[in-house]
Nanobody, 124 residues
C-alpha cells in the first residue's frame, strides 16, 4: 500500500488549502484513514480520522469547525479541506491508513501505512 499526499503550500492566515491523499494497493474502502501533523520540535498528532464509509469522523479540538475530512472510495482518495488557517497550523501533514477494525482510530500506533508528508505553512 502506498499513500501519496499532495496539496500543501504557503498560505496567509485566514486562507484555505485542500490536501489530498491517493492510495494505491490494498482495499481502500476497508481503510480507516487519518491525517496527522507534526510541527517543528513537536510530536506528530492526529487531527482527524474517517471511517470506511465516511459515516464517522473525529476531529481534534484544535481543528474542529475549520477542517473537514472526506473520502472518495471509488477514487481511493481522502481529502482534508482546511479553512480559516492559522499560523499554528504550520506543520508537515501526513495521511495514514489503518486496517485495524472499523470506526475511527485515534492513536498513531493503530495506523499501518503512512504517506510521505506535505508541508503546510501559514503566514501571519
Amino acid at each position: 500500500v502506498q499513500l501519496q499526499a499532495s496539496g500543501g503550500g504557503l498560505v496567509q492566515a485566514g486562507g484555505s488549502l485542500r490536501l489530498s491523499c491517493a492510495a494505491s494497493g490494498g482495499t481502500f474502502s476497508r481503510f480507516i484513514m487519518g491525517w496527522f501533523r507534526q510541527a517543528p520540535g513537536k510530536e506528530r498528532d492526529l487531527i482527524t480520522s474517517i471511517s470506511w464509509s465516511g459515516g464517522s469522523t473525529y476531529y481534534a479540538d484544535s481543528v474542529k469547525g475549520r477542517f473537514t475530512i472526506s473520502r472518495d472510495n471509488a477514487k481511493s482518495t481522502v481529502h482534508l479541506q482546511m479553512n480559516s488557517l492559522k499560523p499554528e497550523d504550520t506543520a508537515v501533514y501526513y495521511c495514514a491508513a489503518s486496517y485495524k477494525g472499523w470506526g475511527i482510530r485515534i492513536s498513531g500506533s493503530d495506523y499501518d501505512y503512512w504517506g510521505q508528508g506535505t508541508q503546510v505553512t501559514v503566514s501571519s
